[in-house]
């Protein structure tokens, strides 16, 4: 049962069923908003459901099978290769003239520039060359210079009736409200366990057990699982992160602001593995929080109340990063608020067997 649903996966989407719906039933009454937020954490499907909106308006089969990710206008989609379509992300291209415009993708932009925004501004004019609809895709609106956000305030208040924005972001309170309030919104939230590894297994040649772990890794979340299973260096760089999360929980300051100092210059090179491991830290924390919350055993001996002060130093931190603090600072002031915790017990699987050993036969 439970298989027979995921493999019904509408759009080819798992686990968003009700935000996929909502974009159905906006195209279908020809209702589709001029603006619209997707919302949710990384790895949920933000990018993918953006995606599939675009390949949903632009496909060539029959109107109820759109979109059917098979014909060459959906390829053209999913490969990135649509001249009405554009992406704004950190890094990019501007009208502006001079050699600090010259490539944003080279000069280490942290954020997504006002230029940029300009830019969008100016090509949002521009009636569509093929598609029906002008799209813009802002991957993710967490990453808008403040300025930058302002001045997309004006397109998304009085859009050209061709054009369609669509903005991804991880989080949501980072936004202006005003910019909140101009785009129909849609939470996208992770899935059950179970409706995940059903959803992986049917990858072929998935086995149970990837898929087990897989989920167990990704907390729900499709994309995540995905990006695992291709990425074996994904994997390594979040299991270090975890064992670093661990290790640092009872470390003393000259340990922690080592290790904030090796991440801090990580920052400006690899940016996406700092970030991950920061998710990875999120979940981890959480995970103590659930297990100190109902009273299991974990790795650490911790209470609910310094499992959420950690996950909040970790929150802060990632927004601090973006908003383009000095890295070594937030990340030292983070360690700083990291609960300092007792030394982990030793390995109770090495005490378990011990005691059960005599017993044994
Ligand atoms: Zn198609
Ligand atoms: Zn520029």
């Excluded at 908003?33 to 997707?38: T, V």
């Excluded at 101009?182 to 149970?208: F, K, Y």
Aim: glycine share 6%; charged share 25%.
């Amino acid at each position: 049962m439970a298989v027979n649903e995921a493999s019904a996966a509408p759009w080819g989407m798992f686990g968003q069923d009700a935000a996929v719906a909502a974009l159905q039933q906006a195209l279908d009454s020809d209702r589709l908003a001029h603006a619209y937020l997707f919302t949710g954490p990384d790895g949920v499907g933000k990018g993918t459901l953006a995606r599939r909106l675009v390949a949903a308006l632009l496909c060539e089969a029959a109107p109820d099978a759109r979109p059917c990710l098979e014909c060459r206008a959906c390829r053209r989609v999913e490969a990135g290769e649509t001249p009405d379509v554009e992406r704004i992300a950190i890094g990019g291209v501007c009208d502006e003239g001079g050699p600090a415009h010259r490539d944003h993708a080279a000069d280490g932009s942290t954020r997504i520039r006002i230029c940029q925004v300009r830019r969008l501004e100016r090509v949002a004019s521009l009636t569509p060359f093929q598609a029906p609809r002008r799209i813009f895709i802002l991957d993710t609106a967490d990453d808008l210079q403040r300025e930058a956000a302002h001045a997309l305030l004006k397109t998304l208040e009085e859009p050209p009736s061709f054009v369609l924005l669509i903005l991804l972001a991880t989080d949501v309170d980072e936004l202006l409200p005003t910019v909140r309030s101009r785009c129909q919104e849609l939470a996208l939230r992770p899935m059950p366990d179970a409706a995940l590894i059903a959803a992986l297994r049917q990858r072929p040649g998935l086995d149970p057990e990837t898929a087990g772990e897989l989920a167990a890794e990704a907390h729900g979340r499709y994309g995540l699982a995905m990006r695992l299973h291709t990425d074996p260096s994904l994997r390594m760089l979040r299991e270090t992160a975890e064992a670093d999360a661990l290790r640092l929980a009872s470390a003393g300051r000259n340990e922690r602001f080592d290790y904030a100092a090796t991440i801090a210059a990580r920052w400006s090179r690899e940016r996406a593995a700092v970030l991950d491991t920061l998710d990875a830290w999120r979940w981890w924390w959480r995970a103590r929080l659930l297990e100190a919350s109902r009273g299991e055993p974990g790795p650490v001996r911790c209470t609910p109340a310094e499992a959420v002060r950690a996950l909040q130093a970790v929150t802060t931190t990632r927004e601090h990063l973006l908003a383009n603090t000095n890295p070594q600072l937030a990340l030292e002031v983070m360690m700083l608020d990291l609960p300092v915790l007792a030394a982990p017990p030793e390995d109770p699987r090495e005490e378990t067997r011990e005691a059960v050993a005599p017993a044994q036969p």
